[in-house]
T-cell receptor
Framework: QKEVEQDPGPLSVPEGAIVSLNCTYS??????FMWYRQYSRKGPELLMY????GNKEDGRFTAQVDKSSKYISLFIRDSQPSDSATYLC????????????FGTGTSLTVIP | GAVVSQHPSWVICKSGTSVKIECRSL??????MFWYRQFPKQSLMLMAT?????????EQGVEKDKFLINHASLTLSTLTVTSAHPEDSSFYIC????????????FGEGSWLTVV
């Protein structure tokens, strides 16, 4: 079983839709959770960073962590064509952990 | 957010030559940096973990003599592709580990290597 599972998609939605992206994980020691956005032919960009459980909101983006279910989500409200990209989840252990575990990425296309 | 700069963005080299790619964390110190390779429409593949002042740790199947990694300072790691061949053509990405105010990594913009 992989440490982190992410549905690769592709996911296609109309402009203005709410997008839900998800990852599940198996290691209960993970404490730090990240979402990255990667445009074609570019390096990934950190979108959201969350420590432990709970929600975090930044503009149109909301990250949720449910440690009891080992499940994290990224919601995008009022999706725009510029949101079309691959979204990667990543997670790590606490404190000195310098190992990061990535999902395979979900490809999202927002249709105008 | 934190900035990681990667240079060059694009490089074309002749088969048999060596190419160096630089990764710099511009506004934080990074004891650890990571190097990845990514093929079109595929996920990131971790090549090696670079630790400042010590030897890099390579993932299984990655030739350490082929992909030389040096992490000489807390803000700079370099990847040298030695005796490059066309099969080494790929997108190479670095990331830097930031431990201040959390535990996360920031990626460089990536470097496209074409070996002709």
């Amino acid at each position: 079983q992989k440490e982190v599972e992410q549905d690769p998609g592709p996911l296609s939605v109309p402009e203005g839709a709410i997008v839900s992206l998800n990852c599940t994980y198996s290691n209960s020691a993970f404490q730090y959770f990240m979402w990255y956005r990667q445009y074609s032919r570019k390096g990934p960009e950190l979108l959201m960073y969350t420590y432990s459980s709970g929600n975090k909101e930044d503009g149109r983006f909301t990250a949720q962590v449910d440690k009891s279910s080992k499940y994290i989500s990224l919601f995008i409200r009022d999706s725009q064509p510029s949101d079309s990209a691959t979204y990667l989840c990543a997670m790590s252990w606490a404190n000195t952990g310098n190992q990061f575990y990535f999902g395979t990425g979900t490809s999202l296309t927002v249709i105008p | 957010g934190a900035v990681v700069s990667q240079h060059p963005s694009w490089v074309i080299c002749k088969s048999g030559t060596s190419v160096k790619i630089e990764c710099r964390s511009l506004d934080f110190q990074a004891t650890t940096m990571f190097w990845y390779r990514q093929f079109p429409k595929q996920s990131l593949m971790l090549m090696a973990t670079s630790n400042e002042g010590s030897k890099a740790t390579y993932e299984q199947g990655v030739e350490k003599d082929k992909f030389l990694i040096n992490h000489a300072s807390l803000t700079l790691s370099t990847l040298t592709v030695t005796s490059a061949h066309p099969e080494d053509s790929s997108f190479y990405i670095c990331s830097a580990h930031r431990t201040v105010s959390g535990n996360t990594i920031y990626f460089g913009e990536g470097s496209w290597l074409t070996v002709v």
